[in-house]
């Protein structure tokens, strides 16, 4: 997706890519640590590396900032080469630059510098040569170039999200929300907060935005149902673009929009938006799920904890285990006995029943 007044994102009922909801949990688990194995066995914090990388890994370590946090085994084209054929070589990422490395040549890509992230779209004179990438472009000496790496799909997906947290977390954005409750508009002033990726959520840390629970306002990925980004005028006349985001949230519409001054990261953010809104999707489109479990589900997600499920279903408590077992045989619930938690999955399914209640 790129930042233009023509982008928008409408939730597609029937995308899938293939994914399962076991991949997707080892993924959310190796995000949660920011480590993963490289092809050779090493981790992503550091890992077995050649005298002259080992040499940058130790002037790294100095600065935490500079720790490696991505070190793998690729093929890419690096730098938009004109030859289009691929090399094999390292990938090595810390908080402030991507490095693609070979025996004989080096490519640096300063993550300040990074405009667009794009999972699994591959240029048609490379796209014989991988089964699965990442596109990274960015600007060097005032150009646009784009380097295609590609792995295993694991892999990929895990070095995508850590390079999605290098361009964004530590941001400054303005927040209004909500902006919207339904179709009514609401006169919410935006305020300024932070920002921080997770696998499940966008987070804006450091500000005044109301909400319902206990800290700081973010975003379910679960819960989207919609997002654009648009542009507008300011009173000064200048053009800002806003990331409008339409989501369920305690079972109604609402609409928060968020802004940031740099149209670079708006483009990286609406990409991570539709990526992971897709992968979550994936994981669920195969999932039946009966009336019966639903209500387990719209259950578990809408009364505290501590209310009697069975009681409040009026079934009995053998059949709620059955329920419960089914669900998280299906990936939706984290655990069949207390504490129970809805996965994104599960969140996903009874976010989309709460949409239909409310068209």
Known sequence: MTASNSDSTKVERDRSNGDTAEQRSSILEQFQKRA?????????????????????????DSDSEESIVVDFVANFVAGGDATFEPVKGRVLMSGRRLVLATAKTKTTIPIGSVFDIAVGQVP???????????????????????????????????FTLLLFRATLNGSTALVTHPAKVGGRVMDTAAQRSGLHLDYESVTFPGSDVDTTGDGPFSIDLASVIFFEVIE????????????????????????????????????????????????????????????????????????????????????????????????????????????????????????????????
């Open 232 to 359: 507008r005028t300011n009173d000064e006349g200048e053009a800002t673009l806003v990331l409008s985001v339409q989501h369920v949230e305690n079972g109604q519409t609402v609409t928060s929009e968020i802004s940031m001054t740099s149209r670079r990261k708006m483009n990286i953010l609406g990409r991570y938006l539709r990526l992971i809104y897709h992968w979550i999707k994936s994981d669920v489109r195969d999932v039946d799920v009966e009336e019966s479990e639903l209500e387990v589900l719209v259950g578990l997600y809408s009364t505290p904890e501590e209310i009697d499920l069975a009681s409040l279903l009026d079934i009995e408590a053998a059949e709620l285990e059955a329920r419960l077992a089914s669900l998280y045989e299906d990936g939706l619930i984290t655990a069949v006995e207390p504490p129970i938690d809805l996965t994104p999955q599960g969140r996903f399914i009874v976010n989309d029943e709460f949409e239909d209640i409310n068209v």
């Open 36 to 60: 993963f194995k490289n092809t050779n066995g090493a981790s992503a914090s550091g890992g077995s590396t050649d005298s002259s990388s080992g040499a940058e890994k130790r002037r790294d």
């Open 124 to 158: 048609p004179e490379v796209e014989e040569f991988f089964d699965y990438t990442v596109m990274v472009g960015y600007v060097e000496n005032d150009r646009r170039r784009t380097t295609v790496i590609g792995a295993n799909r694991e892999t990929i997906e895990k």
